[in-house]
């Protein structure tokens, strides 16, 4: 298997990488494994109409109903 070596990584930036790997439980290679093969891989379509379909089921199942109008309303509250 091939070995990538870094030089020259900065201190802020192996810091936040070695956190980020406690969070996922991962080694600090494992997560910059990660990062990597998510830097790299092509692009997932979204299937929107999919993803439409699913976020409009879900809200059936929540049992009320929001207006437009008490959407903009509760976007302003608190921003006097």
Do not use: Y
């Amino acid at each position: 298997m091939p070995t990538l070596t870094l030089k020259a990584l900065p201190a802020p930036l192996h810091r936040r990488l070695k956190a980020r790997a406690s969070s996922h439980k991962r080694s600090l290679n494992q997560e910059v494994i990660s990062l990597l093969e998510e830097a790299v891989s092509p692009a997932r379509k979204v299937d929107t109409a999919k993803l439409l379909a699913e976020a409009r089921a879900f809200r059936a199942t929540l049992g009320f109903t929001v207006t437009p109008d008490e959407i903009d309303r509760l976007k302003r509250e608190g921003r006097k």
